[in-house]
Each structure stands twice: as structure tokens, then as C-alpha cells.
């Protein structure tokens, strides 16, 4: 029996952002520690990354080929790995490791083609190899409340969903030419390395995965009215959506509005009630039942449901931030890998992690967006 | 040289909620007189009104028409005339005044059809009088700074405008069937009384409006996702907007959000900067800079622009509300009826209240929702 | 019988900040005609003032004592006066109207000295008149409906209080020396009309009242930490209180703390819960019960008691805002004089304005504090 | 040359609340690793605990003076210890890994007596030793930028100080009796273990080195008033501050507020302006200017000054809470070992943590409190 996994890191190397908030995440709980990794391409950094964790030498690697196939080979191979690279690499990598039978934990978005995506399930279903798309904010406590409510039928059938996520740190770029791709570099930019959204891709999706957990619906279409402002990619999207049970709403992402800093701000609405969560505040969930007061759920405290309560890990009123999101999505994703790693069935309470599914509805939102939005805001269906 | 005025009041009988509003914002500086009046098509509810304010008993008109000619005939007839009816008698009223040489204030919105909106655009400019439209939220004093400040560049070029006006008081509505129209009767749902919109009509207008006010922006086509819920007329909206200078934005209203009571909320954004203001809590104003901490503006500050502090009553921190945001709209119009009375020339400064043309563009607005809700959310020039 | 009363005025010419507001929250519900006023002491400004409110002009008095009896003596006098003249005036004014048998109203602090206080409550008996002192904040739904909740018994036995009222707009006088008398002059600094105390006899009263308006409990005793910073009177007090039934609590009063407009916060815990009210935004009440979520109370939502919501005049997300606070108060004291006048009999739910027991206890209050404040803040008893 | 450091806890085995938090916290940077411990008296639990975090087995102490003279002799011995046991172990487990040369990082409060914490202070200096008592909050970075806003003379000279920490889990004690000793078993109440006191030790400590860390004043003497209802010490206090700069201020801390969670909340105000920080969302803080817009700083901004912005680690809008406070006191206390370890000179900047003798300010608050807080509020110096 495994009491522990082992992982490997496919980029993050020292001072990357999002590398080094994946290995706080992991390592929260004490179940996964890090035995390997290709931390970057410039292979000095590669090193001293590798170094700085006390990984043995001969599992630092140059490339995540070569990992895949080593650690594959391994009797102490890695059980999974985590791929933390910018996001054209996602599909080879995530690809390799499960090829060599090794579960995968993926930054988003999943990949740049919906036919991609599907391969991807495609392995790893047959290779009966656990994947999850790190759809970061899901792992908070309340964001699972919101689900946990919506599922039990308080708020009754959603009628509208009214969800953005804007952010100001792009707000340079607006009419700033060719310039603005030399003095803002970032990869985040460039249709080489981001695909081909920017905007929708990197925090709009973020909408679609969060309304997606926390309600069960299911996207028909979509119109998108996105602006390039003389970029070569999106940097704001106003978005109407309709569900599959009919419903409408409305999705706003940007990353050119002033004021707001990672604001994604999630607002559901029901037939009997109404739930808003602010992931910069994520600790209070606003919860309406019709002609009621506005209750403001706390996070830690008794009234919490199981389900979600099982992911807080301090008291009510001591914040949790983005670090622990990570760590509940590690939680559940290491959870169900030492389950399967042990040979134990898995239940649905244990596939509580964004999983294949996730990642293609992923990538099939940003292509119907990005198509829209070169249509007039036409509908395009997801 | 007149020193106060006289005015009468169409609709709005004892215990009607927005006639009340009026006759205390209009009571607020002391500069008109409730004089005339005829308050309600039921005789008795119409005397009790009349007697209850003192009128002298043939001042209080059976209906619109007989008020409108003999007052236009006294000596000492009313400066203007307060349109207080449902929307379906708007038209006619403030038409008959205008033909018989009174000064209107009509509530919102204006009219049906535009081409009534631009008749009585034709009549009052024809005659020389002033005509205000009851947008009342462009009354408050931080609307007004928010106007002052974007007028004075300091946000930049607006790139993107996000603003709502969400109520739930028609949330039982949603999948009712005709039983909704009786069992929560409201004129404001019958296309008769209400007309093509209820809605985007009744809040709709006030989100276009209150955003036109602020910036000077120029809608130029909306596509608008609108849900009747197997209503007569709409009880939700989600509508994206281009305007003029090519920026986007999006316009959400709806009566079926659960949680919010009232809840206009404006938001724009500039290349560099962004204001945004809530009506439930009007009194304060958050500015953002680019990279700069968001400040909360305080109504009644010495950083108060004089144009907008001219309007404030109160020193900060004690609140003014809906009330006085109806006393500035008469406190503008008033004082501007007064000046043309005496024969006073106006600058733009004695003009800051909605006027005809706000009140055409609102009639505009709302037919091009209708007509683009009805097609699918395709594109509709306003 | 009577279906309208008449006032007069005393202080208040035009201009003047709190004698305007009494004038448009009296006129709120056309209940009360202004007929008579003696508004400064400069024959101009009260003149002007009369002839703006078109008062007949032998009812423009030179002073309040001639007002009293002229009023007194007229068959058409008025019925009750408003007193909102600095406080050292009011003794003298309340009681000139009481002896001439005239209701009064009048600005709070009610007087100087508690035996002053208390020979106006024993004329008032004496002559069956009634009393009301404009602490206004009682007159908002929400402080209503905090005591109907509190009276219910929902958030069971109090055990803690913390309210506070803090303002900035005298903190340039901090150290400033005499200079400040002259620099920033205001009666409220002058020993001579604002009484033995500035900031606990503006501002610290209202704490004391709105919490013994909310509760019901009787202060017994303070231990009040003020400081003057230089100046004659205080500017900041942090004082600890016990009530008579064991519970103790912190009220903090300043008239120097910056980024405070005119804070007046108020929580009050009790064993099975707590309601928290922020007079800067009147419109919402936070309630909890323990264990549960807080709940937003909304004014004019179905669920607020009879009592409070008889005051609501706007449907909720309307604010209401300082002048409903004043018609709200001109409301139940109006109310009860008609009653009063015609005969009726005034049961408890006619009296739901501050009275003279409330200003007496205000006085006592201000008197203890600055004892306590004179004696390094040992206990003093109220 | 040390790159790394090793450590080893005391208490905080398995599901243990605050010394799961200390490993994490100590685990973020990656700079320190457990090495040994005795996490608990029972030596199931402390067997299981080291053998989950793979500690060698002679590295798992059956008791804190067995570990420190063991480790003390190794020569690959922990560099320092972390003492995460109730209160009343505090001094001897700290004194005994001092008197073996070890670095100490405890949980505060630091110890019962005045004289045992400068017992403590005397041997760290004799033997060169670093201490860091671990007031967690004044990790967070805008704690530390209130700090720095401080110290720059923004605010000018401090003259109120308003602060609180409200929790209301322990209203269910008030009135219970000895029965709730019983039925709510926790060793805060148990004057054996939490020593002298319960709410003030346990969090009115936090209070108070949260504004020494920021402002920098010292506390004169206080004036206590306290609330046992019926239990052996207290649930509930409110405390009148005087600093030794003249400034007064008051203190509120309670375990039975109803509606808050973990209140605290630090509202220092000077001559020329103010701040606000509530522990609950410490992402943003409050910065007024006398006469200008409340600003709200946003963690993670350029415009935060490098000594706060030094501990930020995520983009701003990416939320921080309190693992991230934990990870900055290990932050600076770790990089402060490391460079004496490794003979490097530390100056001031490398001291930002909370070290003896804001560990002996601390105790000696706690006794003026108690003592004032047993004679009627009587003012005490601290």
C-alpha cells in the first residue's frame, strides 16, 4: 500500500509565479512529494531548481520527453505529473506522461485544439490514468458550497448567471502598437505560446470552469464581443451565454479594467434564491433565498456542508487564500491518485478536482468565443 | 421678476409611491408650489388628493386636457406641469401642456413611439419651453462627479462600460402563466399600460441613461438577450452595446435576480482610469487610477468638483438619498424654469437635468432592445 | 377637529445647516405648515427667512419669548415649536413655548444642567405637553427595526456594547493653540453656547441615545478617557460603560479621526445573537444569530416588523437617507400632537420619538462623561 | 556555508490545529525542514506524527528536554525549535532548547511571568540566540505596510488608537457554569494551562503587539474591564490604552461576540491621517489622508513599499491569508538563523519579526489587564 506519491514538475523553475504556487499546493497536506522534474529549458536553471529541492541528479531531466520515458521506466517513478509550462506545451507534455502511464495534473487552459483535448481523454481512458485540469479556484471551500447549495435545490432553477473576471495589469497595451508587445513581453500575448486567445483563454475560461462547477450547466452557445484594442490578441470579451436548460447571462473578462486586480466575482441566480462568490475575497458566500436577507456564509463554520466543509483547513475567520485552492485541488487529485495507485475503487465524492472534461469544455468555450468574436458577436455554438 | 413657481401635478394620488416622491423633491428648496392637479381618474381619490394639498377646489381637473387648457388660460396658471401617470399616458399629457405654453416634467420613460418622443421635441422647442425626463438617478451628486471627472479626462478614453440594474420583486413571475398577471398585478407588465417593454423599459432605460450622463457617449447598436420567462413582456435582459467611439460594454437589467433589491451599479473604464457608483449606496464613489490605490469618494468632500457639490445638501457621512436625488432634478429644472420666466438667458450650467433629447434616446433604446430581443440578439442600430 | 398643525421656528434662517433640515423633514408628509418663526437674531436673515416661507408677517418675531406668548395667545397659534438654535438657547426657548402651552421640539443636547432638564419635564407634565428631542438617527427604520428585533428577544440578554461616532473635520485643531478658536471658529468649541462639552455633547450623546433607543437599557455608570488636545473642550472621548443590568461595553466618540465622516456605528450582542447598524449607510442592518450567517437586512423587505416598516416610505434598495431620519421623527411627534390636540388618547406606539426622559438621560450622560473625563477616567455614576 | 536549516516542533502532532499551521508555514520557502520532535505526551500520537513527516526514529522525542539535549549534542542537530504546545509549556520548553544552543520560535504567549520572559531574554543574549515569538498577523504584508506608512510620517503624529479582536465562539460559556468547563473543554479556559487569562491572553495579546509593530508607540498603562460571566477567567474585555506619547486609545477583545469570526481589526489615527486593517480580508488596508478619499491599498501593487512589498507573494487580487502570515514570521526568522549560522551580521532589516521582547511587552500586558481588570478598571501601568 502507498501511503505517499511522488511527483514530477514539468517547468516552474525558481521565481517562476504559478511553478511555485503548485509546489506549495502540493506539498500542504504531506501526501506528494517532489523526486523529479524539467524546470526550464535554459538547462542552468533547470539545474539549480532541481538542486534547490534535493532532487537526485539523475532526475533533473533536460526535457519532459525524456522524463516521461525515464520516470516512466522507473520502479520509484513518479506517480504524476504536474506540468506548469506556458501553454503551447501543454498537449506534448501531458501526452507524453500519460503515454509512459503516468497520471497528469495540467495548468489550463487543457490545450489549443478541441481534437487535442479529446486525445488526451482519450489515453488516459484507456490507459485508466487520472488527469485533472488546474482550474485553481474551484479548490476553495465555498466555491464547493456554492456547488454543494446549487445542487441541493435551495436556489431553485437557474434562470441567469452574471459572471466576470477583469483584471487592470494590460491596460498599457490599449492602442500601444507593435511596441506593446517589446516593452509588456509576455508569453500571454503572443498567438505562438498562448494560442489563440489571450483574454478568454487565460481568466475567461476561468468563468466558464467556475459557473460550470458550481451549477452543472451545461454552455449551448455563445456571443462574444471581444476587443484587440491593436493587439494581436483579445483583451476584453463581453460575452452572452446561453445553457443548455435554457438559461442566459452574461460573462465579462478584461484584462484592461482599471480597479480591478484578479477580480472574478461569480453570481448565480435561481428561482428561489441566488448565490454571489468573490474570489478576492473567498472566504464569505453571499446567499439569497428569495425575499429573504442576504446571509453571508462563512467559511469554518458548522452550517457548511460536508462535502465542502472537508476542504477548509483553518477556523472560520482565519483567511484561506489562493495557496490553499491549490492545496484542495491537490487534495483531491493526490487523494484519488493514491486510491487507484492502491488499487481501491473511486466514488464520485473522490473526483471532487477538474478533470478531462473540464479541460475540453475548456477549449471548446475559447474556440467559440474567439469565433464569435471575429463574427460580429455572432452565436457560436460551444 | 417671479421668485417661486407654481406647478400641477398629473397622476399620483394619495398613496401612489413615485407621485409622493415628487411632490417631496419638489417641496425640497421651497421654490414650487403645488397649485393644480389631477391626481387620479377615480373622482374621489382625485379630491381627497386636491383637498388633502389645499388645492383651490377648481384646480383639481377631472383629467389632463381640461387642467392643461385652463391653466394655460389663468393668470396665475401653473410654471409647469409633473407627469406622474403610467407610462401608456405620458404622451398625451405632456403634449396637451406643451400645446397650451406650460414647462413639463414628465417621468421616464418619455413615450412609446420615437416619433412621438420627437413631436414633443418639435412643440417644446417650437414654443420655447423646458422639458425635463425623470431620470432620476442622474441626480445624485456623486453621478454628477463621476460626470465632472470623466469630462475632465482623467480617466482617459473609455474602452469599456459594464453596468446593471438588477430587482428581484418579480421572481414569482418566472413560469407562472397568465395566472402571474393576476395574481401579482402590476400595470408595468401589461403592454397596454406599459408598452413594449417592461424591463428594459422600466430599468433598462435608467442604466442607458444614468451611463449617457456620466460619459457623453454615444450608443450606437445593441444586441440584447432578453427573457420573457412566458411573460407578456421581458423580466430580464443581457445586452451587449457599441457605441460611437467604438468602445463595448454590456448592459444587464433584469426583475428575476434574486438578492438585489434595486441595484443600479455603473461601472466605467477608461485607459486611465475607472469610476464606479451604486445607487443603493449612493454617497460614495470609487475612482481608481491606473496602478493606483482605489479611492472612495465622499459626497459632500472639499475634492468635490463644484459643479457636483452645488447639488449636495448634507456634510459627508450623512446620507442622502433617493429623495434629494429627485429634489436636484427639480432643483435644476426649477431654477432654470424660473430664469426663462424671467426672461434670464441659460447657459449649459442651468441645464443639467435630462431633457428631451435624453428622453428620445431612451425611447430609442429600448426599441432597439425590444426589436434585437426579438431576432435572436442580433445587432440593432439604436 | 384638527387635520394639520401649524409650527414656528426658532433658529434656523436660511442658510443655516440643521434648521433646513428640520424644515424639509417636517414638511415630508404635509402634516405640519411652518406659520411662525423668530430664525436669528440678525432682523435681516430672519426676516428674509420669514418672507421666504411667506409667513405672515406680524408671525416674524424679534425673538422666541414674544414668539411664545404672541403664538400662545392666538387663536390660530401654532401648535408646536422647533427649537435649532445653538444649546445654550434651548432651556430658555423650551421653556417659554411649554408655559404658554405650546408642544415643543427640540434640538438635542436638550440643555445644559440636569435640573433644567428636569423642570422642563415638570412643566410638560404639569401642562400635558409634548416633547420631543431631534435625536434623530432613532427616526431611520433600521435603528427601529434593531429595537424590535432586540425587544423580540432574538438575540436573547445583552452582554457587550461597542458603538462609536467618529468624524475628521476638527482634527486640524489638534495642538493648534488659541489660533484654532479663531481659525476654526464653531459654537460647538465655545464653552459658552455648546455647554461644558464639545465632541461627548455633540456627538457621544447620539451614541448614548441610539444604543438606549435600541436596547432599552439604563446606563449606570462611566469611566470616560477624553481628550482636549489644547482646546477648551474635548475632541475625542474613549469611554467605558456599565448598565444597570451588569452588561458593559465601549463607546468611543471623536470629532478628530480622519477618513471618518460621521460615523455612528452600533453593535449590540447579546447571548443568542447581534445586530450591528452603520448610520452611513442607514439602509441595511446586520443581523446574526449564533452560529449562523449574517444576515443583511434590507428596509422596506416583507420581513421587517410592523413597527419599523410603518416608517419605510421607499421600497428597499431606495435609499433612504438623513432627511426621512428627520421626517421620521416629525412623523411620530406630528402624529401624536394631532392626537394630542384632537382629544385622542396616544397608547405606547404613539410615542416613538425621543422625549424628555431621553434628554435628560443625554444630559446626565454628558455631565457624568466629562467628570469622569476631569478625574482620570474613574468611574462616575449616570 | 548553511543553505538550509533543520527543525524540530514541539506539540502539534497530527490534527492538532496551530502546529499543523507552523509546518506549512515553515515549509513554504523551502529553507527549513523537520528534523525531530515530541508532538505530543501521548506516544502513540507522537510516533505517528514523526513518522508521517519520515523523521528518523531517534529523532522522535518522548519529551522537549530529552529533544533539546539530544539535538543539542548532535552534530547534525536542528538549528531551531518551534514550540507549539499550550501556554503553560512554554517557558520551560523554551528555556531548555536556549540553555542547548538552539535557536527558538514560539507561540505566544510567550510564557506566565514577567520575570520568566526576561529570564528567557537574558539567556538568548548570553548565548547569542535568535527568538521569535510568533504574533502571526504582523506577517501579513499590509500589517507590515501600515508599519511602513507609519514610520514614513504619512499619518503624522498618532493621536486615537481604535482596535478589536472579536470572536464570538465561546457566547455558549456566558452564564453556563461549571458545566461548561465540562461540556466546552478547552485548556484556554483552564487557568492551569492558559495561565492568568483567557480572551485578553489569547487574543487582546494580538491587539496589542499588533499596534506596538505598527506604530511603534509603547504602552503606558490601561484600564480594564473585564468579563468572566461565571467562568475562571475572562471571555470578554474592553480596555482603555494610554501610550507613553500621550495618545489614548481603546482595546475590545471578546470570544462571545456573536457575528464575528476572528475580528481583528487595527485602526490607528494621527494628525494627518489614518489606517485601517481587518485581519479577516488583510489584502487591502485603509489609507486616508486628513480631508481626502479613503485609499485602498491592494496587496501585491507597485506601489507598496519594498520592505512589505519583500514578503508579497502572489500578484495582487490572488488572495494571502493567514499560511502566508505563518510563512513570512518563518520567512525572516529563517533568513535570520541562517545568516548567524553562517557568521553573517544581521541588521536591522533582517529583525522583522516578533522577537523577546515583544514577547515580554506581551505578558506584561496581559497582567496590567488582569490586575486592572480585578480592581474595577483601575488604570495599571503596563
Known amino acids: 500500500m502507498k501511503k505517499k506519491l511522488l511527483y514530477g514538475q514539468v517547468g516552474g523553475s525558481l521565481g517562476a509565479f504559478i511553478g511555485g504556487v503548485h509546489r506549495v499546493g502540493a506539498s500542504f497536506d504531506g501526501y506528494a512529494r517532489l523526486a523529479a522534474g524539467c524546470f526550464s529549458r535554459d538547462p542552468e536553471a533547470n539545474r539549480e531548481t532541481g538542486e534547490f529541492y534535493e532532487l537526485a541528479p539523475d532526475r533533473i531531466y533536460p526535457d519532459f520527453r525524456t522524463m516521461a520515458e525515464a520516470e516512466g521506466r522507473r520502479e520509484d517513478g513518479i506517480d504524476f505529473a504536474v ?14 506522461f500519460l503515454e509512459n502511464g503516468i497520471h497528469v495534473l495540467c495548468e489550463k487552459p487543457l490545450c489549443f485544439e478541441v481534437k487535442e483535448a479529446e486525445e488526451l481523454k482519450r489515453i488516459a481512458c484507456e490507459k485508466g490514468l487520472l488527469f485533472c485540469v488546474n482550474y485553481s479556484y474551484s479548490g476553495n471551500v465555498l466555491a464547493k458550497e456554492a456547488r454543494s447549495l446549487i445542487r441541493s435545490g435551495v436556489i431553485g432553477e437557474i434562470i441567469n448567471v452574471n459572471a466576470e473576471y477583469l483584471q487592470e495589469y494590460l491596460v498599457d497595451d490599449v492602442g500601444a502598437g507593435d511596441e506593446a508587445m517589446v516593452k509588456l513581453s509576455s508569453w500571454r500575448k503572443d498567438p505562438a505560446v498562448a494560442g489563440i486567445s489571450n483574454c478568454v483563454g487565460d481568466i475567461g475560461s476561468h468563468i466558464e470552469h467556475t459557473v460550470a462547477y458550481m451549477t452543472g450547466l451545461k454552455l449551448k452557445r455563445v456571443a462574444a464581443l471581444t476587443d484587440t484594442f491593436g493587439q ?71 452550517y457548511i456542508s460536508p462535502e465542502a466543509a472537508a476542504f477548509s483547513r483553518l477556523p472560520s475567520g482565519h483567511p484561506e487564500g489562493l495557496f490553499v485552492a491549490f492545496a484542495n485541488i491537490y487534495k483531491a487529485f493526490v487523494s484519488a491518485v493514491l486510491k487507484t495507485e492502491n488499487g481501491e475503487p473511486l466514488g464520485p465524492e473522490d473526483l471532487d478536482f ?12 475559447i474556440h467559440a468565443c474567439v469565433e464569435s468574436g471575429k463574427n460580429d458577436a455572432k452565436w457560436v455554438n460551444v
Open 83 to 96: 506540468i506548469t509550462t506556458p501553454n503551447n506545451a501543454h498537449y506534448e507534455a501531458a501526452r507524453a
Open 232 to 302: 494581436p490578441l483579445d483583451l476584453n470579451a463581453n460575452i452572452l451565454v446561453e445553457f443548455e436548460n435554457g438559461a442566459h447571462g452574461v460573462y465579462s473578462c478584461s484584462q484592461v479594467c482599471v480597479g480591478h486586480m484578479n477580480g472574478l466575482t461569480v453570481r448565480i441566480f435561481g428561482t428561489l434564491g441566488a448565490i454571489e462568490w468573490v474570489q478576492e475575497n473567498p472566504n464569505v458566500l453571499y446567499v439569497t433565498l428569495k425575499g429573504q436577507p442576504t446571509q453571508i456564509y462563512n467559511r469554518g463554520m458548522g
Open 354 to 365: 477538474p478533470d478531462l472534461d473540464a479541460g475540453i469544455a475548456g477549449v471548446r468555450f
